[in-house]
C-alpha cells in the first residue's frame, strides 16, 4: 500500500481520488486536518475499503513510526505542508513547525522503518517529496524558466520552509541512502481547493457579490497547472522517477494574474451571469500588494517530459472551464468549507490592507467579508 500525506488537503485529496480509481492499490490517508483538511473532499470514496484514514500530525514521529510498522506501506508521497504564502506572511511559525519540523520527523520515522526492510523492498521502496516551484525565487520578463539546477533562492517564509524541507530529503539520499525524489510543481488549479486561494476566491466571491481583490498591479505572472495533471505526474515520478532526482513540474501556462481574474469573469458571465445583467468586472478591486510578492515563476518541465515521458492533458482554457463548471456544480461544499475557520481569515488578510494603500479604486475591507 502506498501512505499519503495531507491526503485531505487539495491536492491530495485530488490525488488518492485518482488512485483509488485507477489502482487496487490500498492508500493510508495520515492528516492532522488543520483548518485546509477537509475530509468531505473524500466523500466520494469514504467507504471505500482500501482507504484508511488516521488524524494524525506528522510531527509525531513516534505515531509516525507506528502507523509505518502497522500498515507497511511501499511508498510514503508527502503532501502534508502549510501551504499559504499570505498566512506565512502574517504568522511564519506554523510553516517551521510542519514544512521543516514535521518533515523532518517524517523523514526520521521513515528512515528507521526502511532500515528494517527486507533488501528487495528497501530497493523498491519510495519516499516521494511534494514541493513547489517558489523555492527558486522570482523571476524576470525574459529570465528562462526555472529548471532543476537552479539554484535556491526563496523569497517568502512558506517558500523558505519548503525550500528546508527539499533540502533536508536531499539529505537523507546522500548521507543515508533513503530513495527519495522531489518534485517542483508550479501552481495548481481545479476541484477541491481552498478558497483562500487566487481562483476559488475570486469564484467565491464573484458569485457572493463581493469584491474581487487584486494585489498590486496584478501583473505578477504564475505558470498554472490543473490539478489532475499534476497528480498524474506524481504517479509517473513514483513509477520511473530515479532516485535521488528532482522533477519540476509545470503546465507551460504563464498568465498574469489579471488575465486570470479577467478570463474567470467571462466564463463566469457565460455560465452564472448576474441578476442584473452587469459583469462581475465590476466586482474588481485594487488592494495593498503582497509584501515580498514574487514577481514571475515560470516551470522548465523538459526533464520530466523527456525522461518519464509526461505532458499536461489540460491547457489552461478546458482545465480553468472544468474548474468553474465544478465549483458552481458544488457550491454546498464552498458553503461548507466558508463556514470554519475561512472567514477570520479574509478578516485577517484583507482588513489589514486599506491601512496604507494608495492605489485608486480600493474597495473598504468590510466589503471582501
Ligand atoms: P493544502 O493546504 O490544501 O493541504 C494541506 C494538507 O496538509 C491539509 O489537509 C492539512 O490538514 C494537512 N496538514 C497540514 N499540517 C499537517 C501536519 N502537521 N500533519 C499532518 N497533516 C497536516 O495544500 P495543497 O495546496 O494541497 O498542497 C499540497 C502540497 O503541495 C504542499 O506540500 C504544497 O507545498 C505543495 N504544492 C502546492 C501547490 C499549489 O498550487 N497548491 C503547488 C506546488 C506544490
Ligand atoms: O507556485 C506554487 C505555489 O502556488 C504553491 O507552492 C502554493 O502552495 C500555492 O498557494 C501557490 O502560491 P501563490 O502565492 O502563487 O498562490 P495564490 O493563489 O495565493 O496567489 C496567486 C497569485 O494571485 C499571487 O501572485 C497573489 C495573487 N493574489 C492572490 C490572492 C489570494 C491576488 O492578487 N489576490 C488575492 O486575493
Given amino acids: 500500500m502506498i501512505f499519503v500525506t495531507g491526503g485531505a488537503g487539495f491536492i491530495g485529496s485530488n490525488f488518492v481520488l485518482e488512485w483509488l480509481a485507477q489502482s487496487p492499490e490500498p492508500v493510508v490517508n495520515v492528516d492532522k486536518l488543520t483548518y485546509a483538511g477537509n475530509l468531505g473532499n473524500l466523500a466520494d470514496v469514504a467507504h471505500d475499503a482500501r482507504l484508511v484514514f488516521v488524524q494524525a500530525d ?5 505515531r509516525m513510526a507506528a502507523l509505518l510498522s502497522q500498515h507497511k506501506p511501499r511508498a510514503i508521497l508527502h503532501f502534508a505542508a502549510e501551504s499559504h504564502v499570505d498566512r506565512s506572511v502574517h504568522g511564519p511559525g506554523e510553516f517551521i513547525t510542519t514544512n521543516i519540523n514535521g518533515t523532518f520527523s517524517l523523514l526520521e520515522a521513515t528512515r528507521a522503518y526502511w532500515a528494517h526492510l527486507p533488501e528487495a523492498d528497501k530497493a ?13 525565487g522570482t523571476l524576470g520578463p525574459d529570465d528562462a524558466p526555472f529548471a532543476e539546477t537552479n539554484a535556491y533562492a526563496p523569497n517568502s517564509p512558506y517558500a523558505a520552509s519548503k525550500a528546508a524541507s527539499d533540502h533536508l530529503v536531499r539529505a537523507y539520499y546522500h548521507t543515508y541512502g533513503l530513495p527519495v525524489v522531489t518534485t517542483n510543481c508550479s501552481n495548481n488549479y481545479g476541484p477541491y481547493q481552498f478558497p483562500e486561494k487566487l481562483i476559488p476566491l475570486m469564484i467565491a466571491n464573484a458569485l457572493a457579490g463581493k469584491a474581487l481583490p487584486i494585489y498590486g498591479d496584478g501583473q505578477q505572472v504564475r505558470d498554472w497547472l490543473y490539478v489532475g495533471d499534476h497528480c ?31 478570463g474567470l469573469i467571462e466564463l463566469l458571465d457565460d455560465l452564472a451571469p448576474r441578476a442584473d445583467g452587469a459583469s462581475y468586472k465590476t466586482q474588481i478591486a485594487t488592494v495593498q500588494d503582497r509584501p515580498g510578492h514574487d514577481r514571475r515563476y515560470a516551470i522548465d518541465a523538459r526533464k520530466i517530459a523527456r525522461e518519464l515521458g509526461w505532458k499536461p492533458v489540460e491547457t489552461f482554457e478546458t482545465g480553468i472551464r472544468k474548474t ?9 461544499w464552498m458553503k461548507d ?7 477570520k ?19 473598504k475591507a468590510a466589503s471582501f467579508l
Fill in 58 to 62: 506528522i510531527n509525531d514521529t513516534a
Fill in 345 to 363: 481569515w479574509l478578516e485577517r488578510n484583507y482588513a489589514g490592507r486599506d491601512s496604507n494603500v494608495t492605489q485608486p479604486g480600493l474597495v
Fill in 337 to 343: 468549507v466558508q463556514s470554519g475557520d475561512y472567514l
Fill in 124 to 136: 523498491a521502496f519510495r519516499f516521494l517529496h511534494v514541493s513547489t516551484d517558489e523555492v527558486y
Fill in 324 to 332: 468553474v463548471q465544478w465549483y458552481l456544480a458544488n457550491s454546498d
Fill in 232 to 262: 498524474a505526474a506524481i504517479r509517473a515520478v513514483l513509477a520511473d522517477g530515479i532516485v535521488g532526482e528532482v522533477y519540476n513540474i509545470g503546465g507551460w501556462n504563464e498568465r498574469a494574474n489579471l488575465d486570470v481574474v479577467h
